[in-house]
């Protein structure tokens, strides 16, 4: 009975989550560099978030399947995970570390009711597309963003 006790507690104590803050912050701008022409390329999503007093830099890497329009990605029929991440608003909840900056995926409401809703419903439920939070990757890049000067400043 011990043994179950304490491997139970060795996987709650190893398994949770670091303390990370979770604060208020506001998109101030974002960049893409989009895959052209790509068969199973990736196409690069910067975003500088102000949270406080500290400027935030995080991007995400998804992988792109697509032919004569950068702006499509056939593959997020298939794995909506992979589809960029978008600002629910201008101020969101984020929480950082030192590597990542975590926010939330705004809920997508269902469409039209027929056979390939449902599909496409269990498409996004089998590949965990409904998780609410997206894990940016954090990031020192600022040369990049042309609208905001907080953002380009270090």
């Known amino acids: 009975m011990r043994c179950v ?17 979770q604060v208020p912050a506001q998109l101030l701008d974002h960049a893409e560099f989009l895959c052209a022409n790509c068969f199973f390329g990736a196409s690069k999503y910067y975003y500088c978030f102000a949270a406080g007093d500290q400027i935030l830099v995080g991007y995400e890497k998804t992988p792109v399947l697509n032919w004569e329009d950068q702006s499509k990605n056939y593959l997020t029929t298939v794995r909506p995970k992979w589809a960029p991440w978008t600002a629910p ?4 909840p984020i929480s950082y570390d030192d590597k990542h900056i975590w926010v939330t995926r705004p809920v997508v409401q269902p469409g039209k009711e027929n056979v390939w809703a449902h599909l496409r419903g ?33």
């Open 5 to 21: 006790v304490l491997l139970f507690a060795a996987t709650v104590t190893f398994g949770a989550p670091a303390d990370r803050p």
């Open 89 to 92: 608003g201008e101020t969101m």
């Open 122 to 154: 269990f498409a996004f439920w089998a590949s965990r597309g409904e998780s609410k939070q997206v894990k940016l990757q954090r990031g020192n890049l600022r040369d990049i963003f042309t609208n905001n000067d907080r953002c380009r400043v270090r």
